[in-house]
């Protein structure tokens, strides 16, 4: 069976993790270090993504605002962990103009050295929590619902596109509470908006928990995580949320008159997810085709694709399938409008194209199909028969618009029952002590998945020698999940009495 | 007849702009030089915009993309008069990482200093010019249409908030096509585009026309712009559409094989609006008593404040808001179900809340309404009556329902007629000499709006001399309407022949 990219998953999942990109015109290299340009059809989906997620940040009672890039080096100097966290990956603006030289080539000019350097905003807790101390007065004024869409930069030094990029997009929220029981319930109140969120509309299954102490975000008391695992058995961790406690108020100093009268430190919160879930869907749902776009986030779903043959005929076959866009547009799947295109361009191979590009419905039209009142349907999610031809069918125009919301419903819930039987397949349990885990990711198997074990959750040093062991082995703790069994046996690590489950991997 | 805002437009129009945008919880000073914090209602009206303009550029064919927020200085060396008119006001990023020095204070690293200093980007006609010349192979690859969503630096000595302001967000659009007829049809067609766009959504007037050579982009072959009025007569360039011809083309490489196999240059084009056009927003519908906003735009188009007195009947009183918030839901105005708020908080003085902010309807219940089935209803744009009492009326809730979505389209109609009143009033024809020039804006009256004249289209040092003449009334060229008449007479600078007419005037 011969495949649209020229590299499998099981070739170099790497490489072909960088095919499926190129090729779907998702994303590219911009040329400038560690920066990517997103292409219209990988733009397209974070506009999905934003339209969605926005609309169930703000059900949930946020509100939009923008802060400003820049961050001076003081507003950092205030919180020493969340320093120590970014300081090594911080692009700093210094001076405000630029000369030509003595030989023509563009410089910084001297005389524009800022007195105090800027910070590209790597994260925007210390900027925000400024303003919120401004806001918040009394316990009136609380809580503080915030989130803001923007561009952040991360000076990388191994990048990846959308995994990894030294600036990248996301929505970052912000939220100060009264107390620290409403603070940890908004924390995992926007977890569980970002697991749903994933499961429904990336389609990417996802394990919710909260990372070890070693993981946290610089400067938070707890942070929580939803896992994806990708086709080679590694996590991405796709969103977190963070209970920050007092940490950041105290720096920032957010400060309230409580009803009795008493000033009282604010309870914040931080949350985010970003472009990097571009990437986790490229990883649990392409294949050696390309991509396939769950239905939900495809900037297109339908994508009709006009035989023309630089005939007469062509008009008609044109407009033939604009009356079917049209007829789609009209009906709508997942309580929106079918989102339709006819791709009129004159170019060939375009059934290629699209598929490689994931569109989850490609349905061609030539004179043959208009005249027996047809269409030729291919379904992206299950491109090939038993017999490794591809399926593409005849079916009858009407059947198909018809059919069309119902099989968007079909290929969106094919795509997540498929990753979700892989997730559940591939996190085993049952291994009990370090020579169990030690032998599970030895094995030599390309799909070790992740492995759930019972540890007794040490801290400081003794959590620090952990990692190491598990560095070793290239392995990682992801989370705890919220929804694991109790502990009732004994820590993989230590042999003493376990408190909870945790999940190990390999992770990007 | 009192107001709400402890400052008139009329006692010192500058203060009374600022005045505005704090009361109106629009936008704020973030502490960071030039930059502002944008506020949830501030924001909100540029998420409206975003919405609405966005539609309208998709809808004329382009795609969004996203390109890298840093530009190499080598990127600006190659358009000599596009660095020539951005090295003054750009922010340099040199180093990527911090240290502590002796103090503990925190400075760049001199040890991550880059190799290549880059910019953040002040405009993208550089790094996306980079793009299009691997983009862009043969004629068949053109046109190539793409927008992007973003935010941009430029280092403003005197910033104003929403006007001139370090970072702002924007779009900036950018084309290219294979003959220069075609790129100057699209230069023109997206300057219609923001011209009906300014119209009909912001509900503000302008003046479509040409720049004169002196106040082109850096580096474009033709520059056209919108120019608004504002309450104290000045001028607001609120967005500009560009006409490249091959300048950037030759820069970056942009070149195509013909149908004829020969390689030509691209002709480029952009264009670009920003969060500039919420500040024309607010100096052409604001008030005594704070901003208007145009319904089409407006994040809340109905408010509905339920009267609240800390009693058991408060409940009852926010259900009934509910219900009728709901209703008015499941109605449209504009194509768009209506967008109702319920303002449930405890706080005092609501109303006045949301006059300064500018609901266009705000919807009062206290349980008198509820027994009598009426609303107590605010038209934002018509606060007082003939005799300065505040117009608030009961109207019978189901009239309220029935008439809510026409009542929203007759005050957007009437806050256009309005400025477009003022705007037709306030050009003054028949100036034929400088000495008239002098003595129109000489006159002292607060509102000299703008002048229409003829000229003979000077260039270089020609422009230059009448450009200096103009500075010392401190007048500029806004720019060639469009639409208007043929030249007919002489020269107001020169006294030669006219070839055309312009308008000048004060401006932001």
Same mark, same amino acid.
């Given at each position: 069976m011969k495949h649209a990219l020229n590299i499998t998953r099981e070739q170099d999942f790497a490489a072909w993790?960088?095919?499926?990109?190129?090729?779907?015109?998702?994303?590219?290299?911009?040329?400038?270090?560690?920066?990517?340009?997103?292409?219209p059809w990988g733009y397209g989906i974070w506009e999905r993504i934003q339209k969605l997620l926005d609309a169930e940040i703000k059900a949930t009672g946020h509100e939009n605002c923008y802060f400003p890039i820049f961050i001076p080096l003081s507003y950092f100097e205030k919180e020493a962990e969340h320093v120590e966290g970014f300081a090594k990956e911080m692009a700093v603006v210094t001076h405000h103009r630029l000369k030509a030289d003595g030989n023509g080539k563009l410089v910084p000019d001297p005389e524009s050295k800022l007195e105090e350097p800027l910070v590209v905003r790597p994260t925007s807790e210390t900027v925000i929590g400024t303003a919120f101390a401004r806001w918040v007065q009394s316990?009136?004024?609380?809580?503080?619902?915030?989130?803001?869409?923007?561009?952040?930069?991360?000076?990388?030094?191994?990048?990846?596109?959308?995994?990894?990029?030294?600036?990248?997009l996301w929505q970052e929220g912000h939220t100060a509470h009264a107390s620290a029981d409403e603070a940890r319930e908004e924390t995992l109140k926007m977890l569980e908006v970002y697991r749903r969120f994933s499961e429904e509309c990336l389609a990417v299954p996802v394990v919710a928990g909260e990372k070890p102490e070693n993981e946290r975000f610089p400067g938070a008391v707890a942070t929580y995580s939803i896992e994806a695992m990708m086709q080679d058995g590694k996590a991405l961790q796709a969103g977190t949320s963070h209970f920050l406690g007092t940490n950041f108020a105290k720096a920032q100093n957010i400060r309230f008159q409580n009803s009795a009268g008493e000033q009282e430190l604010a309870n914040t919160t931080s949350w985010g997810v970003s472009t990097r879930m571009i990437g986790g869907v490229?990883?649990?749902?392409?294949?050696?085709?390309?991509?396939?776009?769950?239905?939900?986030?495809?900037?297109?779903?339908?994508?009709?694709?006009?035989?023309? =043959? $630089?005939?007469?005929? /062509? +008009?008609?076959?044109?407009?033939?399938?604009? %009356?079917?866009?049209?007829?789609?547009?009209?009906?709508?799947?997942?309580?929106?409008?079918?989102?339709?295109?006819?791709?009129?361009?004159?170019?060939?191979?375009?059934?290629?194209?699209?598929?490689?590009?994931?569109?989850?419905?490609?349905?061609?039209?030539?004179?043959?199909?208009?005249?027996?009142?047809?269409?030729?349907?291919?379904? =992206? $999610?299950?491109?090939? /028969? +038993?017999?490794?031809?591809?399926?593409?069918? %005849?079916?009858?125009?009407?059947?198909?618009?018809a059919q069309a919301a119902a099989l968007l419903v079909e290929i969106q819930d094919a795509l997540h029952g498929e990753a979700t039987a892989r997730l559940h397949a591939n996190i085993v349990r049952g291994v009990t002590d370090f020579a169990g885990l030690e032998q599970h990711f030895a094995r030599g198997g390309k799909f070790p998945g992740w492995v759930e074990v019972q540890w007794s959750r040490p801290t400081g040093a003794g959590l620090e020698a952990v990692a190491e062991r598990l560095k070793k082995l290239k392995l990682t703790i992801r989370n705890t999940p919220l929804a694991a069994a109790p502990a009732d046996g004994t820590c993989v690590f230590s042999g003493e009495p376990a408190v909870e489950r945790i999940l190990i991997g390999r992770s990007y």
């Open positions: 993790y960088q095919a499926v990109i190129s090729e779907a015109d998702l994303a590219e290299e911009s040329g400038v270090r560690g920066c990517m340009v997103i292409r316990w009136r004024d609380l809580p503080v619902l915030i989130n803001q869409w923007a561009n952040v930069v991360r000076w990388e030094m191994r990048t990846r596109m959308f995994l990894r990029t030294s600036e990248f490229i990883m649990v749902h392409g294949d050696d085709d390309g991509l396939r776009v769950p239905p939900v986030i495809a900037p297109y779903q339908v994508v009709i694709v006009p035989m023309l =043959r $630089d005939t007469d005929e /062509d +008009a008609a076959i044109l407009d033939h399938c604009k %009356a079917l866009a049209l007829e789609l547009k009209a009906l709508s799947a997942f309580g929106e409008p079918i989102r339709a295109l006819v791709d009129g361009k004159s170019a060939k191979a375009k059934r290629w194209t699209w598929v490689k590009k994931g569109a989850p419905l490609i349905v061609e039209i030539g004179p043959r199909d208009i005249s027996a009142g047809n269409v030729s349907l291919i379904r =992206r $999610d299950r491109l090939y /028969d +038993a017999n490794g031809k591809l399926a593409g069918a %005849a079916v009858s125009r009407g059947d198909f618009v």
